[in-house]
Every structure is written in C-alpha cells, then in structure tokens.
C-alpha cells in the first residue's frame, strides 16, 4: 500500500483521474466476464422449445415459452402468436423477431463505450503528466544548488511514472473493449441464428 501512495506522488497530479479510470476501467472487465455469457442470452429451455416447434406443436411451444421468463422466449412467444394469427410470410416472421430481440444488442454492449473512453483518455492524462513533468525538468535548469538536484529528479520521475501508468490503464481496456466486442458480436450472431432455425421450422 505505501508503495502505491508513493507511486501516486511520484506521478503528479494526474494520478488520480488515472486511478479512477483504471479502477472504473477493472469494474467494467470483471462485470463483462459474469456477465456477457451465451447462456445469459438464450433460455434454458430453448432446446425443448426447438423440438415441439419441430414437431408442430406450436401451443405447446407458445405456452413452453411463456413458462420462463426471457427475453428470447418472449420475442419467440410474439412470432407464434402471430403464426398461429395466420400470419406465415417466413420475412415478415424473421423480421418481427429481430425486432422484439433488439433490446438484447444493449445488454450485449453494456459499458463497453466507457471502456473505449479510458483506452482514449488514459493516454492523454499521462501525456498531460509527461508535460508537468518536462517543465518542472526545464524548471531545474534555471536554477542551481540542491534544490535544482530535487526538482529535476520529481520532473523526470513524474514524467516516466506518468507516461506508464497513462499505458498501464488504456492497454487492458483497449485489450478488453476489443475482446468483448468480438465475443458480443458472437453472441448476438448466435442468437440471431438460433431465431432464424426456429423461424425456418415453421411450416
């Protein structure tokens, strides 16, 4: 612990926006790793829904999906309403469930805007430190003495710690952002393919 108040003095005083960020930063990677799961996003019971509606069984289907509360079920609940309606134009159906499945893209990228902000502005704030330190560095050249030994010490120690704790912060949630848009993107092709089989069981 002394260690890291003694790395936030040799810093300056961007340190502090630093570790807000970094710590902001760490919250949103470990609640995206809980949270952005495949099985977060299809019911549990998707596979028995699959074979009823295989099978023909739309009502039972309709109420199979109406036992568990999802959002999933709830969009496929909205497309057999409709089905058992009459309405059976296979783009229309697809259509409809894209569009009661839309509320699940912002689950999917939850925070993930935030993440890409620390990865810009973490840099900048350790540039702005690289900058406090550089003149406190210029400062000690106009004077002499032990103080100019100090000062010029505190500017070059401000200048690297600043410079790497900016890098320490942006690389994991540019890393991050990146990795949980990959694995975002998949999740909603999968659930988007899920959607389309079903919809293509309809007879």
């Known amino acids: 612990m002394d260690f890291l108040f003694e790395w936030i003095q040799k810093g300056g005083i961007v340190m502090y926006p630093l570790l807000l960020l970094s ?4 919250y949103i ?21 699959k074979m009823l509606i295989q099978k023909g069984d739309y009502e039972s289907a309709l109420k199979v999906a109406s036992v568990v ?21 296979k783009g229309y159906l697809i259509q409809l469930m894209e569009s009661e499945l839309a509320p699940l893209v912002p689950k999917v990228e ?21 900058i406090t330190g550089l003149i406190k ?7 002499s ?5 100090q000062l010029l010490a505190r500017g ?11 890098l320490g912060v942006a690389i994991p949630a540019f890393v991050a952002y990146w990795v949980y848009r990959m694995v ?7 659930v988007s393919e899920e959607a389309r089989q079903i919809i293509n069981y309809l007879e």
């Open 23 to 26: 710590l902001l930063s760490w």
């Open 69 to 89: 509360e999802h959002p999933f079920t709830k969009a496929l609940s909205v497309v057999l309403d409709e089905y058992l309606k009459g309405r059976r134009e």
């Open 145 to 149: 003495g032990e103080e100019a030994i």
């Open 29 to 49: 990677i470990l609640e995206r790793a809980m949270n952005l799961r495949l099985k977060n996003f299809l019911p549990p019971n998707l596979n028995e829904l």
């Open 184 to 190: 975002g993107n998949g999740i909603l092709d999968r």
């Open 110 to 130: 939850k925070n993930l805007p935030l993440l890409s902000t620390t990865a810009s502005v973490a840099p900048l704030l350790g540039l702005f430190g690289t």
């Open 156 to 166: 070059i120690s401000e200048v690297l710690v600043a410079a790497a704790t900016g």
């Open 137 to 143: 560095v210029f400062q000690a050249f106009a004077i």
